[in-house]
Nanobody, 115 residues
Framework: QVHLVESGGGLVQPGGSLRLSCAAS????????LGWYRQATGKQRERVAH???????NYADCVKGRFTISRDNTKNTVYLHMISLRPEDTDVYYC?????????WGQGTQVTVSS
């Protein structure tokens, strides 16, 4: 059974940084494309970062230069390192594993950027 457990969210001031983690069990992250998404209540889920199985990242324009997606195969964990956070980055963040059969999602972690 696949489980994705996210952590690292919280309250941070504008300009601050956070690192989100998504630890996986039941699936090897190194085999699949991975993504980080965010969603506010009543809005569509938006992809902010993507990592191919070969390790190539790409980012939404709104986070380019500020967010970094990475994967630690030894810990079977995917990360989203966020710097220069802005109030508009406030959302619930989800990790996603895109296996051939289906997408697996974490439970989400709240990020709030506010002074």
């Amino acid at each position: 059974q696949v489980h994705l457990v996210e952590s690292g969210g919280g309250l941070v001031q504008p300009g601050g940084s956070l690192r989100l983690s998504c630890a996986a069990s039941g699936i090897w992250l190194s085999l699949y494309p991975l993504g980080w998404y965010r969603q506010a209540t009543g809005k569509q889920r938006e992809r902010v970062a993507h990592l191919t199985s070969s390790g190539s990242p790409n980012y939404a324009d709104c986070v380019k230069g500020r967010f970094t997606i990475s994967r630690d195969n030894t810990k079977n964990t995917v990360y989203l390192h966020m710097i220069s956070l802005r109030p508009e980055d406030t959302d619930v963040y989800y990790c996603d594993v895109q296996s051939a059969m289906k997408d697996y999602w974490g439970q989400g972690t709240q990020v709030t950027v506010s002074s």
